[in-house]
């Protein structure tokens, strides 16, 4: 059993940045990572994904350039750093765990936290 739980959401400008920490109980290290989101009227979409050891990377096209995720596996968190926001980036977002390799596929992964608002205003 893994519990996760995102925080770091909030209301920013069109422009800014902002860092979100998703923190985990259990054998965090057992799993890879990814952040997902879902924006008013849409259905969930992938945005960053990272393997266990926190060396391979990957991120959906909305999110390349601009988002980094990280892992810090000494406390058992992950990170998603989101530069240039812009207002299509509203949305809550939700990190996830899944086991032993990275997806990018919602179905793949076996426990979600509970969701964290990102609000990007002009």
């Known amino acids: 059993q893994v519990q996760l739980v995102e925080s770091g959401g909030g209301l920013v400008q069109v422009g800014g940045s902002l860092r979100l920490s998703c923190t985990a109980s259990?054998?965090?290290?057992?799993?890879?990572m990814g952040w997902f989101r879902r924006a008013p009227g849409k259905e969930r979409e992938f945005v960053a994904s990272?393997?266990?050891?926190?060396?391979?990377?990957d991120y959906s096209d909305r999110a390349k350039g601009r988002f980094t995720i990280s892992r810090d596996n000494a406390k058992n968190t992950v990170f998603l750093q989101m530069n240039s926001l812009n207002a299509d980036d509203t949305a809550v977002y939700y990190c996830?765990?899944?086991?032993?390799?990275?997806?990018?596929?919602?179905?793949?992964?076996?426990?979600w936290g509970q969701g964290t608002q990102v609000t990007v205003s002009s």
């Open positions: 259990g054998a965090f290290n057992l799993y890879a």
């Open positions: 996830a765990a899944k086991y032993w390799i990275t997806g990018t596929l919602e179905y793949e992964y076996d426990y």
């Open positions: 990272v393997d266990r050891g926190g060396w391979a990377t």
